[in-house]
């Protein structure tokens, strides 16, 4: 339960089925579907949708990674889509920490590079066709749902202070209230552009160039030659079983191998005498995300600058086993270093908090499955509008480190640290690995916990794909413990009492979608996450 209100009824269907943040976008997904598509085709489809109804969120400016398992050869595929710094970046070039928002916290945008490598390996439709029903959405408005609203709400000053972002996203310098319609004509003829042009568009033509004159004017590193530069790479998913199902992440540069090394570390612990978000439990959960969140922070970076087998190492049983020495059941310990025998803990992305992001689950007759996530990292990314494009675009630059130490650290061409996930769950099935579940939680540094925590209300405490995600959460900010409202009072005194710092930090627990399989029956399960605007639809 969340709270103590009844969750909402599980969403079952047979042919198809979408889950996503707003509900413009699941429709969008699910018609494709219902029109021939595959679940490649309503992914990419409702990603598009998102980036004009959600723009809060995520955008044409933004990152993607995805996680799918293709039908046709029970093959699993992980989409590395994120950009990378300019080639004149350095850490040289920042005095201080590199500013969370602005020209000089922007990096390439991948998601549309994304798209595009989805529909071409393994969809069935083109990119124009996927992108139309966005920009008629884009041209014609949308009704602003309730949580996009607030969050456009709390950015008007950032908005304000650029003056595209102003001109594109402002009503009279106000924000849009829930409810009312907004349109973004400017972001409809750039989405007819890629329409016409497919990826070109933005990494080599117009919308490149307006993209690198809007930083440059306005004092960042990014090119064209940078955004010509980009390419997406197909990457092999991270793994672990636990309870004896196969869990699937991506590997760095995203906190993937957080969430296995979490899953590891309480597999031992993870048994019927544990009883959901009791002391025992939210103590064994916290410690174990300290200790893993110490790793991450300490070595995730672009592949390239993490050392070889290191990967394997922090996400293998043999590490959580040894690891795991340092839980204790009466105390939370004051401090976790990196792997055991670290003298210190090196500077690594910002503290865990909140992120803006939009995750969706896709799923089709045939068994094809897709765990999508795209962001812009903070609420409308850095701030920055390129020209009359109508695309705001990311601040993950910002999550670089300036430290030359640090694997993380800002260099010419280089991927930073990403929160992003998505997540797939296999099970055996008469001796096949067949898809069992495909979720994911947004919300910046909740995710690699929120996976977690899903996973042990499905296996471990028996819910079913809408209640694991209305369960209230348990978070770990960096300073202290929050706990969501419906967490018994009791919880708070117990944790409290083993040395735990209880905060009440408003919020930040995270959006959740997903999609159960259910090969017996051959039926589809759906979850959608009430803290967010949006649903699950099948067919």
């Known amino acids: 339960m969340l709270g103590h209100r009844q969750p909402r009824a599980m969403v079952t269907?047979?042919?198809?089925?979408?889950?996503?943040?707003?509900?413009?976008?699941?429709?969008?997904?699910?018609?494709?579907?219902?029109?021939?598509?595959?679940?490649?085709?309503?992914?990419?489809?409702?990603?598009?949708?998102?980036?004009?109804?959600?723009?809060?969120?995520?955008?044409?400016?933004?990152?993607?990674?995805?996680?799918?398992?293709?039908?046709?050869?029970?093959?699993?595929?992980?989409?590395?889509?994120?950009?990378?710094?300019?080639?004149?970046?350095?850490?040289?070039?920042?005095?201080?920490?590199?500013?969370?928002?602005?020209?000089?916290?922007?990096?390439?945008?991948?998601?549309?590079?994304?798209?595009?490598?989805?529909?071409?390996?393994?969809?069935?439709?083109?990119?124009?066709?996927?992108?139309?029903?966005?920009?008629?959405?884009?041209?014609?408005?949308?009704?602003?749902?309730?949580?996009?609203?607030?969050?456009?709400?709390?950015?008007?000053?950032?908005?304000?202070?650029?003056?595209?972002?102003?001109?594109?996203?402002?009503?009279?310098?106000?924000?849009?209230?829930?409810?009312?319609?907004?349109?973004?004509?400017?972001?409809?003829?750039?989405?007819?552009?890629?329409?016409?042009?497919?990826?070109?568009?933005?990494?080599?033509?117009?919308?490149?160039?307006?993209?690198?004159?809007?930083?440059?004017?306005?004092?960042?590193?990014?090119?064209?030659?940078?955004?010509?530069?980009?390419?997406?790479?197909?990457?092999?998913?991270?793994?672990t079983v636990f309870l004896g199902y196969e869990v699937l992440e991506l590997p760095p540069n995203t906190q993937g191998v957080t969430?296995?090394?979490?899953?590891?570390?309480?597999?031992?612990?993870?048994?019927?005498?544990?009883?959901?978000?009791?002391?025992?439990?939210?103590?064994?959960?916290?410690?174990?995300?300290?200790?893993?969140?110490?790793?991450?922070?300490?070595?995730?970076?672009?592949?390239?600058?993490?050392?070889?087998?290191?990967?394997?190492?922090?996400?293998?049983?043999?590490?959580?086993?040894?690891?795991?020495?340092?839980?204790?059941?009466?105390?939370?310990?004051?401090?976790?270093?990196?792997?055991?025998?670290?003298?210190?803990?090196?500077?690594?992305p910002t503290a865990p908090g909140t992120g803006d992001t939009v995750y969706l689950a896709a799923a089709d007759r045939d068994g094809n499955v897709v765990s999508l996530i795209q962001s812009l990292f903070g609420a409308f990314g850095s701030g920055v509008v390129a020209g009359d494009t109508g695309i705001v675009l990311q601040n993950r630059g910002s999550l670089f480190s300036t430290d030359r130490s640090h694997p993380n650290h800002l260099a010419p061409r280089k991927r930073p640290f990403h929160t992003l996930i998505p997540a797939l769950v296999l099970k055996q099935e008469n001796g096949r690995r067949l898809p069992w579940l495909v979720f994911g939680v947004m919300g910046g540094h909740m995710q690699a916990q929120g996976h977690v925590q899903i996973l042990m209300n499905l296996l471990l405490f028996g819910m079913n794909v809408q209640e694991a995600g209305e369960a209230p959460r348990v978070r770990w900010t960096g300073d202290g413990v929050a706990l969501e409202p419906g967490i018994a009072r009791e919880t708070a005194i117990g944790l409290a009492a083993k040395g735990h710092r209880i905060i009440d930090d408003g919020g930040g627990f995270g959006g959740y979608q997903g999609i159960r399989i259910d090969a017996t029956h051959a039926r589809l399960e759906g979850g959608s996450d009430p803290r967010k605007d949006g649903m699950a639809l099948g067919y």
């Open 259 to 348: 969430a296995l090394e979490i899953l590891n570390l309480l597999e031992p612990v993870a048994d019927t005498s544990l009883k959901h978000n009791s002391v025992a439990y939210c103590h064994q959960l916290v410690e174990a995300t300290r200790l893993a969140f110490a790793d991450r922070d300490a070595y995730v970076a672009d592949p390239r600058f993490v050392p070889d087998g290191l990967v394997e190492e922090l996400s293998s049983k043999d590490y959580a086993r040894r690891r795991r020495r340092e839980i204790t059941d009466t105390h939370a310990a004051p401090l976790y270093l990196p792997r055991p025998g670290a003298t210190s803990h090196p500077a690594g």
């Open 13 to 239: 269907a047979h042919r198809g089925m979408v889950a996503t943040s707003q509900p413009r976008a699941t429709r969008d997904g699910l018609n494709v579907l219902k029109n021939g598509g595959n679940a490649v085709d309503a992914a990419v489809t409702a990603a598009a949708t998102l980036a004009v109804v959600e723009p809060t969120m995520t955008g044409v400016g933004g990152d993607l990674f995805a996680l799918l398992h293709t039908a046709r050869d029970g093959a699993v595929h992980g989409l590395n889509a994120s950009g990378r710094s300019a080639g004149t970046a350095t850490g040289d070039s920042v005095r201080g920490e590199i500013p969370a928002t602005g020209a000089q916290s922007v990096s390439v945008p991948g998601a549309v590079d994304g798209w595009e490598y989805l529909l071409r390996e393994h969809g069935t439709i083109t990119l124009a066709q996927a992108l139309a029903p966005a920009i008629e959405h884009a041209r014609s408005g949308f009704l602003v749902t309730d949580v996009v609203a607030r969050q456009w709400n709390d950015s008007v000053s950032l908005l304000a202070g650029d003056e595209d972002a102003a001109q594109t996203f402002l009503v009279d310098g106000r924000a849009p209230v829930a409810g009312e319609r907004f349109s973004n004509p400017r972001l409809a003829v750039s989405l007819e552009r890629l329409a016409r042009g497919g990826r070109d568009e933005l990494y080599a033509g117009a919308l490149a160039e307006r993209i690198a004159d809007a930083i440059q004017t306005r004092g960042g590193w990014l090119s064209i030659a940078d955004l010509a530069a980009h390419t997406s790479d197909w990457v092999t998913p991270i793994r």
